[in-house]
């Protein structure tokens, strides 16, 4: 596994491991007597350092919202460790997960579903405050500063979620994730909802979160580009496995795994000579890959 | 930092904030049957609290020498058969009637409520077990329980009532059950279970808001059967005839029935009068969570007199304005509005006009709620019921299919170019497939009815088709329903679907946009290609300008509704004249320097360095 730190980073990660996934597997049980049950996830290891980003790509059912969910301890957990700050959270209970809350949190893809549409915006940000025993009082002066630091008017605290936009709505989630200062959050596709212009105001504001407090990101995404944007190590999952894993660099600029490669070359650019040569080379590309496969598969 | 002002500009536009239950209180009391209902039942409580003030005799004070007399002014309603004032009981009635409904609801929410609730969240065996005690309870015969329970314990208001609620237990227990199992995997519990919060906490706070409001409506309704079960018992004469309640007045007035009708009069006005109150309470409550203000039909003439384009008997096409016949649509200072409440139109739509020729591809951009679904919808005249043309018209062919004075969308003259010469490719693959028939048949059934060819020979075609937009195999993709293909692969069948007719148009709205990034790949490809290869005029609404610089020739820009930008593909992409298209391609990551910031680029990347610093 490649440590290798690309110039890119303005924070350069240091230090021991913050979090380290060894030989994990996810199987959720089937339905119906004595069924197989269904492997989400096969031999993932993964590590983060406090204050980087691994960036965690993949198609739709490749496994990467799963991942997240494991962490998080919202998936089953067949093999394998997980281990945050030093201790085995593989399957921790309720009461480890509330010590667990206050580092470990969560930013999630629907900014229409994450927040409960009948609290008031105050009261969800309120809430893992309270649950770490904070007093009222506290929590009040606590939410204003997210709120700030979200970059959200302080009167947004009486208000309901619904009557927020997508991008708003996300702020919230992502203040509601750094009420209690966490040293990870886990962010399931958190821009791909949003619209172009605010999708680059919510990555800003992460990367400015990251600047300010030094949090770790394991941030999952479908869109390469977003990935390259924001991490520093890139993982690219492919059907419940991880099949690369490097510097954001060594992956975006010269990928190994032919899915990678093929994943690189189908996002289109914005010009439409620039994307016909990128058509092309993808096609060469596919080609190439299809020749391959049709060599090695007499053998297997 | 500098998003700030950018989100006090969109934030003005949200309510001042207010507390839900206060608004659907105020709604219902806005409601005329709410009121009526709200005032009844008030009526009926303050009898039943001050019974001791307005009665001026015991319910069960009989005064032998005064039976079954006339109202005068110390009855007030008369006396029964054995001399009791009917005013005093009909009140201490009240009390006793309303006392025990209330009992039985709360016996039913208080079983069927919690239990809900657990089988809902945690599923599992206490579910299962739950389910065959509910479906017991539900399958044992009502009446003939009570009569057993009186059989047994005697005659009691109270007992029957506990008896009548756990009969009735299953009814919240369904209600909890399915409305906790709806947002048991919401995100906001999971977002909950992060934070650490232990189930009942959960429970409490984020899954019981979701019951509470089926759970009053559905207590205004049970404590109205209860009310009417109850007094059906009593008047069979099976009730405390010791206690004075409605029911046993009832009773005692149909014995007398001859000799004093009015006896039976006012209980059963009191019975019918509580029990409908509760069931209006009941929908006026329903109604006042049902959020969507409704919005009364507008009367065609108030919105065609407020854009002032009435067209009156009009029946002929006029013919398009010269020189314009050559392009395969024209859309001109197109405007879609939607009328208000208030009698206002929300234009959505605003005096966007472009063209599109045969063989060329036109791309729509925009961000959500720019318009461009709007837009292309029009043109397939598949926009929403209350929708309205309110400005503009569209020409397809050198005809208009929106004539500069209508109002709506003609359907019927629409309907012989769409389908056949005007297709369309949907954002949602899955959604636009009907799960219950195979796909063939949905391939087959419309070529049959526009082309008007047989079965066999649209089955034979329909296999070439699939076979041309890339399917490997397609007889058996022919033969299978939608659930066993993946998201690409419907993506092919409808582009399939889309071109079966030989169109001369195609709108594709986002065709894209649910895929993954190299599924996408291959999608563009097919479009590109049957573009070429059958010359079609394709309009494709998109968010993504990877997208637009993959197909199109020419690109209009959107924003709130307005055109503000277009032109050719090239030029708009590398030289864009309009501050928002600037602003949208300055958002593309592509070429970006990573970890840098996009909106407040270069200007606050030292500012932000020296921040970072001081934070550490």
Known sequence: MTRTQGKRSAVEPQGENILTVDNLDVEYPLKGFRRKPFRALTDINIHIKPGETLGLVGESGSGKTTLGRAILGLAPISKGTVVFEGNDITQADRKQRRSLGRDLQVVFQDPYTSLNPSLE????????????????????????????????????????????????????????????????????????????????????????????????????????????????????????????????????????????????????????????????????????QRLEEASTLPVS | ?????????????????????????????????????????????????????????????????????????????????????????????????????????????????????????????????????????????????????????????????????????????????????????????????????????????????????????????????????????EFLGLGDPTVATWGVMLSEGFKNVYLNPTLLLWPALAIGLTIGALVLLGNAVRDALEDAEKIKPAKRGSVAALNSRTAPGRTQNEAVAAGT?????????????????????????????????????????????????????????????????????????????????????????????????????????????DPAFTIGHQLVTPMVRVLKISKSEAKKRALKLLDDVGIRFPEKTFNAYPHEVSGGMAQRVLIAGAISCEPDLIIADEPTTALDVTVQADVLDLIRDLQKSLNVGVILVTHNFGVVADLCDRVAVMQDGRMVEEGDVREILRNPQDPYTQKLLGSMLEGKEPMTMLVSAGASAGGADNEKEAGL
Request: charged content about 20%; some cysteine; glycine content about 8%.
């Open chain 1, 121 to 288: 915006i105050g009261d969800i940000l309120a809430e893992p405050l309270g649950v770490q025993g904070q007093s009222p009082e506290a929590a009040r002066k606590r939410v204003r500063e997210l709120l700030d630091q979200v970059g959200l008017p302080s009167d947004a605290i009486n208000r309901l979620p619904r009557e927020f936009s997508g991008g708003q709505r996300q702020r919230i989630a992502i203040a509601r994730a750094l009420a209690l200062s966490p040293k990870l959050i886990v962010c399931d596709e958190p821009v791909s909802a949003l619209d172009l212009s605010t999708q680059a105001v919510v990555l800003d504001l992460f990367l400015q979160i990251q600047k300010d407090t030094g949090v770790s990101y394991l941030f999952v995404s479908h869109d390469l580009d977003v990935v390259r944007h924001i991490s520093h190590r890139v993982a690219v999952m492919y059907h419940g496995e991880i099949v690369e894993q490097g510097t954001a660099e060594q992956i975006t600029r010269d990928p190994q795994h032919p899915y990678t490669q093929r994943l690189l070359l189908a996002s289109p650019v914005p010009d439409p000579d620039r994307q016909a040569k990128r058509r092309d080379e993808r096609h060469a590309l596919l080609e190439v």
């Open chain 2, 1 to 233: 930092m500098s998003e700030i002002e950018v989100l006090a500009d969109q934030s003005d536009v949200g309510q001042k904030g207010t507390v839900v239950r206060s608004h659907v209180i105020k709604k219902i009391l806005k409601n005329p049957m709410g009121l009526i209902a709200v005032g009844i039942l008030t009526l009926v409580v303050l009898l039943a609290i001050l019974a001791n003030v307005l009665a001026p005799f015991d319910p069960n004070f009989a005064n032998i020498g005064k039976t079954l007399a006339n109202p005068d002014s110390t009855n007030l309603l008369g006396t029964d058969s054995v001399g009791r004032d009917v005013w005093s009981r009909l009140v201490f009635g009240a009390r006793t009637t309303l006392l025990s409904a209330l009992l039985c609801a709360a016996v039913a929410v208080g079983i069927g409520l919690p239990a809900g609730l657990i089988a809902g969240y945690y599923a599992g065996k206490f579910d299962g077990v739950a389910n065959w005690v509910v479906n017991i309870l539900m399958a044992l015969p009502g009446i003939i329980v009570l009569l057993t329970v009186r059989a047994a314990f005697g005659p009691s208001v109270w007992i029957s009532m506990v008896a009548f609620g756990i009969l009735l237990s299953p009814g919240y227990f369904r209600l909890t059950r399915t409305a906790v199992q709806s947002v048991r995997n919401e995100l906001y519990v999971d977002a909950a279970r992060v934070a650490g919060l232990s189930d009942a906490s959960i429970i409490a706070r984020h899954i019981f808001s979701v019951v509470r409001a089926p759970i009053i409506i559905q207590t205004a309704i049970v404590c109205g059967v209860a009310i009417s079960i109850q007094s059906g018992l």
């Open chain 2, 325 to 433: 016949e050559h392009h395969l649509v024209k859309v001109s200072h197109l405007g879609v509005g939607y009328p208000q409440a208030d009698g206002s139109v929300k234009k959505v739509v605003d005096d966007v006009s472009f063209h599109v020729d045969r063989g060329e591809v036109l791309g729509i951009v925009g961000e959500s709620g720019s318009g461009k679904s709007q837009t292309a919808f029009s043109i397939l005249g598949l926009l929403p019921e209350a929708a309205r043309i309110v400005g503009g018209s569209i020409q397809f062919d050198g005809k208009y299919t929106v004539a500069p004075t209508d109002d709506s969308v003609s359907q019927s003259r629409l309907s012989e170019f769409r389908g056949k010469r005007i297709s369309y490719i949907p954002q949602e693959p899955m959604s636009n497939l």
